[in-house]
Nanobody
C-alpha cells in the first residue's frame, strides 16, 4: 500500500504564492503519473496538473496554465505544486494522486489519493 501525504496549504491573499508538497511512503512506489486535483465547496473535483514520473512531461488544466508548475523529486518520492499569482477562485482542497498508468489530463485512472490540504485565497 502507498500513502500520499500533502502539505503546504494555507490562507494567502490574491497574488501570493504557495508550494504544495506530496510525499509518498509505504511499499516501493513505482507510479507512472503523479497528479494534483482540487475540489472547491459545492463543486466537483477537477484536474489541476500531472507529471510523468520518469520523463517529467507535464500537463496542466487551462485554468492554471502559466501560473502553476508541477515538479517531482524521485529520490524523495515527492511531487510539488508551485502556485503563483493565486486567485480567489483557486480556493479549494488540493489532493495529490498517483497512478500506475501513463496519464495526461484524465481524471480517472489514479490508484492512490492523499487526504487533501486546504488552500484559501482571499481577495
Amino acid at each position: 500500500q502507498v500513502q500520499l501525504v500533502e502539505s503546504g496549504g494555507g490562507l494567502v491573499q490574491a497574488g501570493d504564492s504557495l508550494r504544495l508538497s506530496c510525499a509518498a511512503s509505504g511499499r516501493t512506489f513505482s507510479g507512472a503519473t503523479l497528479g494534483w486535483f482540487r475540489q472547491a465547496p459545492g463543486k466537483e473535483r477537477e484536474f489541476v496538473a500531472a507529471i510523468r514520473r520518469i520523463s517529467g512531461t507535464t500537463y496542466y488544466s487551462d485554468s492554471v496554465k502559466g501560473r502553476f508548475s508541477i515538479s517531482r523529486d524521485n529520490a524523495k518520492n515527492t511531487v510539488y505544486l508551485q502556485m503563483n499569482s493565486l486567485k480567489p477562485e483557486d480556493t479549494a482542497v488540493y489532493y495529490c494522486a498517483a497512478s500506475q498508468l501513463l496519464l495526461r489530463t484524465q481524471e480517472t485512472g489514479y490508484d492512490y489519493w492523499g487526504q487533501g490540504t486546504q488552500v484559501t485565497v482571499s481577495s
